[in-house]
């Protein structure tokens, strides 16, 4: 059978030959103009009520299938696409590879895609100063500070990934601590109890009264972590012993006794730990002489001094001492 439109060719798909078919049979329809609502803030999209935050990439693709519409059956739709910024507006240029049984197609189409801007929910609870939680970070001492918050911005910003209803909403120096608003106070014990755990901080929770909502009184939360007075390095005394702190994790102290080198873990729940010396404060010496129990170290003022060690040191060895009562101890 020959073409019904032609004549010439044989007739393969619906009575056309394929010249005839693809000159006749359209696959693809896409809107001259296409409309996307973007927050002008984060960049987030509303697709039919609902806020995604995609790349420019992505948002196209999505603007494109939502939009496509097919008009003939076909086996297989491919497409790419290019952009040109137009008057504030986006020119789509989007080519179609259409497979249809032995057939191959291509169809081009262009599009304008208006732009509108609204802003996102969460840009609105942003930008209206929302929080639920007070972070207090407290106790910590000369230039640690900073390190403190930096770590407590990147666990921040790790549950942020999976949570974008959590950001800051301000933050600032307060009573020689910091304190950061943050969004939901879920996420914010989370952060707070991380803190303890790393630093050995206590947490103290307090709630205040901010309103009611649908009947219940709807609470803002303050975690104030509070970190220990001693630091790992420092030297602490506990139950008239002394010990130079080793390991520091949550309520737990792991200690190394300055006369007999063994080493020890407290509970600081249950232990007073008293400091005696931080880490930063104590002294350089030098060995002079060590053998069995008996050490000799010249100390800053290049004065000789006896002193007590638990480990085997060198002649020439610079190490940390540290004085107290009558004793001089090496810092193990
Ligand atoms: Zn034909
Ligand atoms: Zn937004």
Same mark, same amino acid.
């Given at each position: 059978m020959l073409c019904v439109e032609c004549g010439k060719r044989e007739a393969k798909y619906e009575g056309l030959c394929e010249v005839c078919f693809l000159k006749k049979v359209k696959f693809t329809s896409l809107p001259q103009h296409m409309e996307v609502v973007k927050c002008p803030h984060c960049g987030a999209i509303k697709f039919k009520g609902e806020w995604k935050r995609l790349s420019e990439e992505d948002m196209l693709k999505e603007l494109i299938m939502r939009n496509l519409e097919t008009l003939h059956e076909y086996d297989s739709i491919d497409f790419d696409f290019e952009t040109r910024e137009y008057e504030g507006d986006i020119e789509l240029h989007t080519m179609f590879h259409i497979k249809y049984k032995e057939l191959e197609a291509k169809e081009e189409h262009y599009s304008i895609i208006h732009i509108k801007y609204e802003s996102c929910p969460r840009c609105n609870r942003y930008f209206g100063n929302y929080f639920e939680a007070i972070l207090q970070i407290r106790g910590?001492? /000369?230039? /640690?500070l900073e390190s403190v918050v930096q770590y407590t911005h990147e666990r921040l910003e790790h549950y942020a990934k999976k949570n974008e209803?959590?950001?800051?909403t301000k933050e600032e120096g307060k009573h020689g601590g910091w304190d950061i608003y943050i969004s939901d106070k879920k996420e914010a014990k989370k952060v707070a109890e991380e803190l303890c755990r790393k630093y050995g901080a206590t947490l103290k929770e307090s709630p205040s009264i901010v309103g009611r909502k649908d009947g219940k009184d709807v609470y803002r939360m303050t975690y104030s972590v509070r970190l220990p007075e001693y630091r790992v390095g420092d030297v602490v005394e506990v139950e008239g012993e002394y010990y130079s702190i080793e390991h520091v994790s949550g309520h737990f102290v792991k200690g190394i006794s300055l006369k007999e080198g063994r080493e020890k873990t407290f509970d600081a729940r249950r232990h007073k730990i008293n400091l005696l010396r931080k880490n930063g404060e104590l002294e350089d010496a030098t060995v002079i002489f060590s053998q069995d129990n008996e050490v000799q170290i010249m100390d800053k003022d290049y004065k000789t001094i006896d002193a007590i060690s638990t480990r085997e040191l060198k002649a020439g060895e610079n190490v940390k001492i540290v004085r107290i009562d009558d004793n001089v101890y090496v810092v193990p």
């Open positions: 910590t001492r /000369e230039n /640690e209803n959590l950001f800051i």
